[in-house]
C-alpha cells in the first residue's frame, strides 16, 4: 500500500478523532447533575480507547520499518501535546489520572509476563553469569560516571546531590526493550535473553544503590545490616518464589482445573499467579512489580496447564483430520499442517490468552509512557544542553556492558537494549527532591535523560537487528 | 466429573487464595518508603486477578444448572462479606477504589456493546412498539406502587419522600438480564430483545421521573419546557446517533482499515465507536453509558469491517480446503465443515475480538456488584421488613409487565428479566438523600430492593428457560 495514502489516511483518522476528544472538555472533572449518571468515570474510560487508537495509529512506524513501540511512545507524546492547544488543556488533568495510570501498570506487568512465558527458565540459568555482568557493569558504570561528569559540568552542589543524579542513571527499564524485541522477533536470542535476566538484577542493584544514598543522604552513614537485608529479601524472594512455583504450578493446576477446566479458569489462573509474584516481590521485596510479573512467567509453562481443556479449534482440527483418508500424497501433507497447526494452538494457548488482553492493555502503557514526556522541559537551553550530556553519560555507561559478555555475541544490542531508563529513575530523583538534594533544575535534567533513552532506543535496537538479520542472510 | 470432589477442590482452592488475600492487608493504602516503588497500584491490580478467579470459582453454578452471572454474583457477596474477618478488613477499602470501580464499569459497558452487537437493529425495530409498552408499564407500576405502599407501610413522613422510593423502583439495570439471556443462550430471542429495547426507554423515563421529583422536591413545581428538553435531548441523540452510525461507519471502518489493516486496529476501533456512542450518551443526552454502549453495538455490523484482513486461521482454512480434492464424500463433508468454520470465524470476528477482553472485564463488573451488598442492611428487622414488601412492589411492577406484550410469547421471561435493578435506584436515593427527603432508614430499604432484584432475578430466569425448553422438547 502507498505510504502517502497511508499518511493522509492517518491525518484524516486524527482528523476525526481530535473533535471526540474536544468533546470531552471540560466534562473530565464535572459530573451533570441533572442526569443521574456522573461523567467522569465514561469519560476516562472514553480516554481510555481514544489512548488505545493512537497506539494503532502508530503502528504505522512499521511501514518505515522501525518498531510499533516508537510509534505508540511518539503518538503518545503527540497527545500529551494537543494540552498545549487552547480547548484541550484537560488533556493534561487526563494524563495523570490514576486509573489512566493504573492501566498502564496492568499492561507493563503484562508485557513482563507474557515476555517470561516466552523466555525459557534452563536458559536464563544458562546465561546467568553474563547477564550479572551485564547488570554490576551497567550500574556501577553509569552511576561513577553520573557522579563525577555532574561534579565537572554543575559544580558548587553538595556532593549528596551528584550522588543522587548518579543513582538516577542506574536503573534499566526493561518494558521498552521487551516490546522492540518482541516487534522485532529476537526475543528468544541470546542477547535478548541476557538483556531480560540483567534488568532483574539490574533492579535488585537499584534497591541497594537507593538505599546507601539514602542513608548516606540522611544519615550520614550506611547500615550494613540493612544493605545486607534488602539483598537477602530480594535473592531471597526470587529464589524461593521460582523453585516454589516450579515445585507447585503443575499441582495448583490440576486443583483449580477440576473447579473448572475451561479456557476463563486458565487465563484466570494464569493472571492470579502474575499477581501473586508482582505482589510478592513489591511487597516483601521491595522489588518492582514487573520483576515479579517476569519470574512468573519464567515459572509457568503450558504443561502445567494440561489438565484445562484444549481449545475448541483443536477439538476440530483432530476431528477432521482423523475423518481425512486416502493415499493422495496432498491430503497427507495437508493432514501434517493440520495436526502441527492443532499442537502449536494447544502449547500456545497461554500464551495467547495473555497475548489478547495484552491487546488492550500493553498500548496503553506505552502511549501512557509517551503522554508523561514534558515538552517543556526542553526550553532551558542549560538545563537542555547538561541533560544532553549526562544523557549521553547514561548511553554511554550501558552501551559498555554489550563487550563485557564474551565472543558470538551482538554486543551493540545487548549494550543498546540496556539503555532505557523508565519510571525507577524518576522514582530516585523524587526521594532526592524529597530529601531536598535535588533540586528543579536537577529533576529536569534526569527527566530529559529518561525521555532520551525510551526514545531512541527503539529505533536504534530497530537498525543494530536489521543489520545483523542482514549479515546472517549474507552469510548464508 | 464429580460435584462433591469439585466443591473440595473450590474450597481447597479458596483455601489458598485466602493467604494471598491476607497478604494484602495493611498494605493497600500504604507505600513502602524504602522500596523505591509504591504498593497501592499492584494492591488494586492483584486484587483485580483476584475478583477474576472469584468470579471463574463463581462458575461452578453452571453444575447445578444456575447462570454462571449467579455465582460471580454470591462469590462477590462472599468476597465483600471476608471483610468482617478480623485481618481481612482492608477489603472494604479496596472495594470503593476508583480503579475498580472503573474497570467494572468498563466491564458492563463491554457487555452491552457485545449484547448490541448480537443484538439486530431490523428486528429492534420491528419490536420496538412492543418495547416501549413494556418500559412505560415496567416504570408507571412500580413507581404508583411505591409511592402508596411506601405511605401505608412508613406513614407520616413528607410526601416528597414516597415519590422517591417509587422513583427508586422504576429504572431496570439491564446488565444483569443481558448477561443471563447470554449464559442460557436466549439473547437471539425476541424476549430477549424487548427485554434490551425496553431497558433503553426505561432509562429515558428514568430520567424524566427524576427530573420531575427533583422538580417537585427543590421547587415545588416541575419546569415543562426542562421536561421537554430532557426528553427531546435522549431521543435526538439515539436517532442521529444510531442513523448517523448507520452512514458512515463502513467509510470510518475503511478509512481506518487504510492507515493499518491489522486485528489490533480493528478492535481499536470497535471500541472507539463504543466509546464515542457511551460518552456521548452520558455527556450529550443525559443517559447511562451502557444504553451509547448498546446503541454502538445495534450499530456495528460485522460488513463495516470488511476491508481488515482477516483472521490468520482463516486463510490457513481456506489454503487447506483448496488443496484437498478427490471424489471420496468423506473429504467433501470435512471440506464443507472447514468453509463454515472459515466464514463463521471471519463473520463472528468483532464479536469474538471484543469478547476475548471481555473475558477479563465483564466478571469484574459481576464480583464488583456483589462485593456492594452491604450484608449488615439486613440485621434491622424493621427495616428488612419493609424492604422485603418494597420488593416484592418492585418484582410485581415489573413481572405485569410481561402480559402487555400479548400472544406468542414467553410473558415470564421478558417480567422477570425486567426485574434487576441497579446502579440508577441508589443514584435516585443518593439524590433523595442529598435532598433531605430520604433517611438511612429508607436507604437501606432500597439497597435491600435493589441486592434481592439482582440476586434473585438470575436463579429465577434460569428455572423459566428451563422449563420453556422442555416444553419446546416435548413439543418437537
Redesign the interface.
Known amino acids: 500500500?502507498n505510504l502517502k495514502?497511508?499518511l493522509t489516511?492517518?491525518a484524516?483518522?486524527l482528523g476525526?478523532?481530535l473533535p471526540?476528544i474536544t468533546?470531552?472538555a471540560e466534562?473530565a472533572t464535572e459530573a451533570?447533575p441533572?442526569?443521574?449518571?456522573g461523567?467522569q468515570?465514561?469519560?476516562?474510560?472514553?480516554f481510555?480507547?481514544?489512548m488505545?487508537?493512537f497506539?494503532?495509529?502508530g503502528?504505522?512506524m512499521e511501514r518505515i520499518g522501525q518498531p510499533a513501540v516508537l510509534g505508540e511512545l511518539l503518538m503518545g507524546v503527540l497527545l500529551g501535546a494537543l494540552a498545549f492547544i487552547p480547548g484541550l488543556g484537560f488533556i493534561d488533568g487526563l494524563k495523570g489520572q490514576?486509573?489512566i495510570?493504573?492501566v498502564a501498570?496492568?499492561g507493563v506487568?503484562i508485557l513482563l509476563f507474557r515476555t517470561g512465558l516466552e523466555s525459557n527458565l534452563r536458559e536464563m540459568k544458562s546465561i546467568g553469569v553474563k547477564a550479572v555482568l551485564v547488570a554490576v557493569v551497567g550500574v556501577v558504570l553509569p552511576f561513577v560516571g553520573g557522579y563525577f561528569v555532574s561534579k565537572l559540568l554543575i559544580p558548587g552542589l553538595e556532593s549528596n546531590t551528584y550522588l543522587f543524579i548518579g543513582a538516577t542513571l542506574t536503573a534499566t527499564s526493561v518494558g521498552i526493550t521487551a516490546r522492540v524485541f518482541k516487534d522485532l522477533k529476537v526475543l528468544a536470542t541470546k542477547e535478548a535473553q541476557i538483556v531480560l535476566g540483567a534488568a532483574v538484577f539490574d533492579d535488585i542493584l537499584?534497591?541497594l544503590i537507593?538505599?546507601v544514598v539514602?542513608g548516606i543522604v540522611s544519615g550520614g552513614h550506611v547500615s550494613v545490616g540493612e544493605i545486607v537485608w534488602?539483598s537477602a529479601k530480594a535473592f531471597i524472594f526470587l529464589i524461593v518464589s521460582i523453585a516454589l512455583g516450579q515445585l507447585l504450578a503443575k499441582r495448583?493446576g490440576r486443583?483449580?482445573s477440576?473447579?473448572?477446566s475451561?479456557?476463563?479458569?486458565k487465563?484466570?489462573?494464569a493472571?492470579?499467579f502474575?499477581?501473586?509474584y508482582?505482589?510478592?516481590a513489591?511487597?516483601?521485596a521491595?522489588?518492582?512489580?514487573i520483576v515479579g510479573a517476569f519470574a512468573a512467567g519464567l515459572v509457568l509453562d503450558p504443561l502445567h496447564f494440561n489438565d484445562f481443556v484444549a481449545p475448541a479449534?483443536v477439538g476440530?482440527l483432530r476431528n477432521?483430520t482423523d475423518?481425512?483418508?486416502?493415499a493422495?500424497p496432498?491430503?497427507a501433507?495437508?493432514k501434517k499442517?493440520?495436526i502441527e497447526?492443532a499442537r502449536h494452538e494447544e502449547r500456545m494457548h497461554v500464551e495467547n490468552l495473555i497475548e489478547?488482553?495484552g491487546?488492550?492493555f500493553m498500548?496503553i502503557f506505552f502511549v501512557y509512557t509517551g503522554m508523561q514526556v514534558n515538552l517543556e522541559t526542553f526550553l532551558n537551553p542549560k538545563v537542555l544542553g547538561i541533560g544532553l550530556i549526562i544523557t549521553a553519560v547514561a548511553f554511554i555507561g550501558k552501551i559498555a556492558t554489550g563487550w563485557v559478555v564474551g565472543r558470538g555475541l551482538n554486543h551493540a544490542m545487548i549494550g543498546f537494549g540496556m539503555i532505557p531508563r523508565g519510571e525507577?529513575g524518576l522514582?530516585?530523583a523524587n526521594?532526592g527532591k524529597q530529601l531536598g538534594v535535588v533540586s528543579d533544575e536537577t529533576f529536569s535534567i534526569v527527566v530529559i535523560m529518561v525521555i532520551l533513552s525510551t526514545l531512541l532506543t527503539p529505533p536504534i535496537l530497530g537498525v543494530i537487528i536489521k543489520r545483523q538479520n542482514q549479515q546472517m542472510a549474507a552469510a548464508a
Chains 1, 2 share one sequence.
Not at 441533572?34 to 449518571?37: D, T
Open positions: 500500500m495514502r497511508t489516511a492517518a484524516a483518522g476525526l478523532l471526540t468533546l470531552a466534562h451533570a441533572e442526569s443521574g449518571h461523567n468515570a465514561i469519560t476516562l474510560i472514553f481510555l480507547f481514544v488505545l487508537m497506539a494503532r495509529i503502528t504505522l490514576e486509573f495510570t493504573l501498570e496492568l506487568i537499584g534497591l537507593l538505599a539514602s534488602i495448583i486443583l483449580f477440576r473447579i473448572h475451561g479456557i476463563g479458569m487465563m484466570a489462573l493472571l492470579l502474575c499477581g501473586i508482582s505482589y510478592g513489591a511487597v516483601l521491595g522489588l518492582a512489580p479449534l476440530k477432521w475423518r481425512l483418508k486416502g493422495d496432498e491430503i501433507e495437508v499442517e493440520m497447526e489478547q488482553i491487546w488492550f498500548p525507577v522514582i530516585f526521594v
